[in-house]
């Protein structure tokens, strides 16, 4: 199982970025995928997830509003639209799969089962 995340890069404040994650090694689309970042000191924390069909999705309060979270299960893809960034977004982000469909917020709290090697996301002011 692979997981491939890209998009992260230097921004300003105000503006925005993608993530997108490929997913690879074994059929996705009865699992739970979210994103999640750790910020330098700090632990790794939730930012959004996704139930199996992306019919479903959660998100922390620090993002709601300005993130959103989508999956495309034909390509194997998980996206995390990013708008209005804030400094305090800045921090490495992570996809990752929970072999879960992912209908309950405590489903990705509980520990993931695979994860991405992680995009870093800078927003400068």
């Known amino acids: 199982v692979q997981l491939q995340a890209s998009g992260g890069g230097l921004v300003q404040a105000g503006d925005y970025l993608r993530l997108s994650c490929a997913a690879s090694?074994?059929?996705?689309?009865?699992?739970?995928m979210g994103w999640f970042r750790q910020a330098s000191g700090k632990e790794r924390e939730f930012v959004a997830g996704?139930?199996?069909?992306?019919?479903?999705?959660f998100y922390a309060d620090s993002v709601k509003g300005r993130f959103t979270i989508s999956r495309d299960n034909g390509k194997s893809m998980v996206y995390l639209q990013m708008n209005n960034l804030k400094l305090e977004d800045t921090a490495v982000y992570y996809c990752?799969?929970?072999?879960?469909?992912?209908?309950?917020?405590?489903?990705?709290?509980?520990?993931?089962?695979?994860w991405g090697q992680g995009t870093q996301v800078t927003v400068s002011s």
């Open positions: 996704a139930s199996w069909s992306g019919g479903t999705v």
């Open positions: 090694g074994r059929n996705f689309n009865r699992d739970a």
């Open positions: 990752a799969v929970k072999d879960n469909l992912g209908l309950y917020y405590e489903a990705f709290l509980n520990g993931m089962d695979y």
